[in-house]
């Protein structure tokens, strides 16, 4: 990996806060949703936002 600079460390933190924030709330709905496919959609989408988060996580030297 490259020497990250402070910059790129301050978007990085920016991003992954983002991921972990949605990944968060789409949980949270596919939780509380009645409707079954929309709370399947909603989980699917949080599984996506973890990817996301753990492979810019990784970036950082990170083992989540």
């Known amino acids: 990996m490259t020497n990250l600079t402070a910059k790129d460390l301050d ?8 991921e972990e924030m949605a990944c968060k709330k789409a949980r949270m709905y596919s939780n509380t949703l009645t409707d079954v496919a929309l709370a399947q959609e909603m989980e699917r989408i949080a599984f996506q936002h973890e990817q996301r988060f753990n492979a ?3 970036m950082l030297g ?3």
Not at 11 to 18: A, Q
Request: proline share 0%.
């Open 56 to 58: 810019l996580y990784s």
């Open 11 to 18: 978007v990085l933190v920016h991003v992954l806060t983002g």
């Open 62 to 64: 990170g083992k989540k």
